[in-house]
């Protein structure tokens, strides 16, 4: 793979590769190389992975595919930041699964998933209102979305739920992939958020961000 002069190897912007288990999403449990490119043009309220904005190394495709190989793990997770800021994530995407990887995408939803490679499964987020970036929700998205796919709430509060409530009735959501409702680390009680969850009976999975009960907020796990 080369760049658009057909003379360049294609390189990404990397903060970190690491292998540890996955903490959220329906593959939670499961051990996964996690591949973290670096940048993000949104600035969510509890983001817990600031450190991702900025820095990294350049890295050409083929030494990232050797890196993710050498964990001899499948299950692939190309989160961010959010990696389809870089235009390198989606061949990356494809050259992943052609290597055989159960591949993972998390990404804002700020920007188009048209095209990714139909062998990822996407883990999309909804921006509630304590994020302060609902505003960069791309709606088209919910229509892309497939019953593979999953769709992400982060909540922070009552306000932030009954946002997401209303939302997944307007757009029939559930019927659509698997909702996840997660919320916010410190902010909100998860027995809280599943009480609301269970009065209402909705048709949400509740997340709870496993690594963080594992192994607190360190890095690289």
């Known amino acids: 793979m080369t ?11 990397v903060s970190e590769i690491f292998h540890s288990i996955q ?10 190389v ?3 490119l670096t940048g993000c043009p949104l600035r969510c309220s509890w983001c817990d992975t600031s450190y991702s904005f900025s820095g990294g190394e350049q890295r050409e495709l083929a030494e990232i595919l050797e890196a993710v ?19 390198g994530c989606r061949p990356l995407l494809g050259r992943l699964c052609d290597a055989g990887h159960v591949v993972q995408l998390e990404t804002s ?8 490679d139909p062998r990822v499964t996407i883990v999309m987020d909804c921006k509630t209102p304590s994020s302060g970036e609902v505003a960069r929700n791309l709606w088209g998205n919910l229509g892309q979305l ?15 739920y009954e946002w997401s409530r209303q ?14 409702f997660s919320p916010v680390w410190g902010r909100l009680e998860p027995r809280q958020l599943a009480e609301w969850i269970l009065a209402d009976r909705l048709e949400v999975c509740l997340q709870v961000q496993l690594h963080k009960y594992l192994w607190g907020e360190q890095r690289g796990h």
Request: a positive charge; proline letters at 8%; aromatic letters at 4%.
């Open 109 to 116: 939803g700020a920007l188009d998933i048209a095209g990714i």
């Open 34 to 36: 996690f591949l973290r």
């Open 3 to 13: 760049g658009d002069a057909g003379s360049r190897p294609l390189r990404l912007r």
């Open 69 to 87: 190989a050498a964990f001899a793990t499948p299950h692939v997770c190309v989160t961010g930041g959010e990696p389809l800021a870089q235009p």
């Open 167 to 180: 939302l997944l009735a307007e757009h029939a959501l559930p019927a659509r992939c698997t909702v996840l």
């Open 146 to 160: 497939r019953a593979c796919d999953q769709l992400k709430f982060v909540i922070a509060d009552r306000a932030d």
């Open 23 to 32: 903490g959220e999403s329906k593959a939670v449990g499961t051990p996964t």
